[in-house]
T-cell receptor, first 119, second 107 residues
Framework: GAGVSQSPSNKVTEKGKDVELRCDPI?????LYWYRQSLGQGLEFLIY????????KSGLPSDRFSAERTGGSVSTLTIQRTQQEDSAVYLC?????????????????FGNGTRLTVT | GQQVMQIPQYQHVQEGEDFTTYCNSS?????IQWYKQRPGGHPVFLIQ?????EVKKQKRLTFQFGEAKKNSSLHITATQTTDVGTYFC???????FGAGTRLTVKP
């Protein structure tokens, strides 16, 4: 079946503009994660959606960042008034089971990411 | 979120040498997952460890979960150039990732 799809694959924007990044998770996956990865760096957790529960927004770096997940499927990450330090690859991942309190977590399936460049 | 330390940050080896990366936590983990990210690619799931003292093998890769479930290791025997990439651990339900270990292999 189709994997996690992210769009656009590349986005160049001017400082101060708003951007929207989209993630289509694997069908049926209830958990969705957003990460940010700067060049040569690790994965910085941004936000996590699980089913109909309130999202875990603890990783969002500022109030310029927000995310929605409509109908438990597609997610949009919005960055307002972009800054040059926002330049990075934004990765989305989904999984079929997470946060249930058990020891087991389903593996994350990542999209190819959106490379954001703020000029 | 859960804080995990991953070491080393970088490792350069000669092809055929062994490689080990470690993931350490100050608190007990419910589970740990390992991922590999090839240069220019996205992270790909390798394995999950859940039980205390668990050891799992995938060909030349050996994964261990400590008895206290506070640390884990990934060991590669006789590295090959195809092993190049960054290896990440991710922990617990919130899937926070370690900083990763970047492996380069000299042919």
């Amino acid at each position: 079946g189709a994997g996690v799809s992210q769009s656009p694959s590349n986005k160049v924007t001017e400082k101060g503009k708003d951007v929207e990044l989209r993630c289509d998770p694997i069908s049926g996956h209830t958990a969705l994660y957003w990460y940010r990865q700067s060049l040569g760096q690790g994965l910085e957790f941004l936000i996590y959606f699980q089913g109909n529960s309130a999202p875990d927004k603890s990783g969002l770096p500022s109030d310029r960042f927000s995310a929605e997940r409509t109908g438990g499927s597609v997610s949009t990450l919005t960055i307002q008034r972009t800054q040059q330090e926002d330049s990075a690859v934004y990765l989305c991942a989904s999984s079929s089971l997470a946060g249930t309190g058990s020891s087991y977590n389903s593996p994350l399936h990542f999209g190819n990411g959106t490379r954001l460049t703020v000029t | 979120g859960q804080q995990v330390m991953q070491i080393p940050q970088y490792q350069h080896v000669q092809e055929g040498e062994d490689f080990t990366t470690y993931c350490n936590s100050s608190t007990t983990l419910s589970n740990i997952q390992w991922y590999k990210q090839r240069p220019g690619g996205h992270p790909v799931f390798l394995i999950q460890l859940v039980k205390s003292g668990e050891v799992k093998k995938q060909k030349r890769l050996t994964f261990q979960f400590g008895e206290a479930k506070k640390n884990s290791s990934l060991h590669i025997t006789a590295t090959q150039t195809t092993d190049v990439g960054t290896y990440f651990c991710a922990v617990n339900n919130d899937m926070r990732f370690g900083a990763g270990t970047r492996l380069t292999v000299k042919p």
